[in-house]
């Protein structure tokens, strides 16, 4: 059955370094999402991705954010200078779009540990 | 803005009984799901409804939807250890698509 896929599945890096959070979603999916969750709390949204252009962004989803999709799989999340709170789950999501609704697919998770 | 509210947050209780999640949404949304997550991993698409009255049902769980209420349910039936995790309710948003996520449930049964 296809699959979201995240790498790496944990990140440590240190306060003001770049991260780039990979993922490969599933290859007939047309949307790509990313969400994050801090330990024990609720999903936040990020930002959505389509047709090679982010469609919607959150709050969250500032400038030291970046999303890309290099190639015809990857979908990259690049955070430009990490901050202790950004430490959290980021989990990609993909969805087909049937028309009718959009149901998501999660990816693994990432855990980022900024220190 | 589009709020959803689940409740309640946590719920503890004993095997074999019944007990109902409710996720309360604050505008008009035809299109709800439900996602189960265990501790330290991904989130799984249990239930997609689409329109007022929708029903679906999965071993022991029944999730329904009700627009004009705003309100959508996920019973437990007969509740086992199994079922132990964390439940996410999240509306779709008519305008752009997007998913707005409850807080979650956090549901532990005991044997």
């Known amino acids: 059955e296809p699959e979201v896929t995240q790498t790496p599945s944990h990140q440590v890096t240190q306060m003001g370094q770049e991260v780039i959070l990979r993922c490969v979603p599933i290859s007939n999916h047309l949307y790509f999402y990313w969400y994050r969750q801090i330990l024990g709390q609720k999903v936040e949204f990020l930002v959505s991705f389509y047709n090679n252009e982010i469609s919607e962004k959150s709050e969250i989803f500032d400038d030291q954010f970046s999303v890309e999709r290099p190639d015809g799989s990857n979908f990259t999340l690049k955070i430009r200078s990490t901050k202790l709170e950004d430490s959290a789950m980021y989990f990609c999501?993909?969805?087909?779009?049937?028309?009718?609704?959009?149901?998501?697919?999660f990816g693994p998770g990432t855990r980022l540990t900024v220190l | 803005e589009l709020k959803v509210e689940q409740n309640p947050l946590f719920l503890s209780m004993q095997e074999g009984k019944n007990y109902t999640i409710y996720c309360n949404y604050s505008?008009?949304?035809?299109?709800l799901y439900w996602y189960r997550q265990d501790p330290g991993k991904s989130l799984e698409s249990l239930f997609v409804l689409l329109s007022n009255g929708a029903v679906k049902q999965e071993g022991r769980l029944m999730a329904s939807l009700d627009t004009k209420a705003r309100l959508s349910t996920l019973h437990i039936t007969a509740a086992v250890h199994d079922l132990s995790a964390t439940y996410f309710c999240a509306v779709e948003m008519d305008s752009n698509y997007q998913l707005i996520w409850g807080a979650g449930t956090k549901l532990i049964i005991k044997p």
């Open positions: 999501a993909s969805s087909e779009w049937a028309g009718l609704y959009n149901e998501q697919f």
């Open positions: 505008t008009t949304s035809d299109r």
